[in-house]
């Protein structure tokens, strides 16, 4: 952030327009990859233990209406 800003207070991002944007480009992956994996990991995870819960309840329905005939 520091080097942006004295980049920004010297000029060179006029006289080099296509570094900045490569420098941005390669930042956000850097950020928004791994965090865009965390959250489908987490969201993988919460359908995991809802299947499972689903799951769960029908086997215990059916068990409860074999015993119940």
């Known amino acids: 952030m520091t080097l942006g800003f004295t980049a920004d207070a010297t000029g060179f991002w006029k006289h080099a327009s296509f570094s900045p944007s490569i420098l ?28 499972a819960r689903r799951a769960a309840y029908r086997l215990a329905t059916a068990t409860a209406r074999r015993w119940m005939i």
């Open 24 to 51: 941005s480009s390669l930042t956000s992956a850097c950020f928004g990859i791994p965090l865009a994996l965390v959250v489908l990991r987490y969201l993988i995870d919460q359908q995991d233990e809802l299947s």
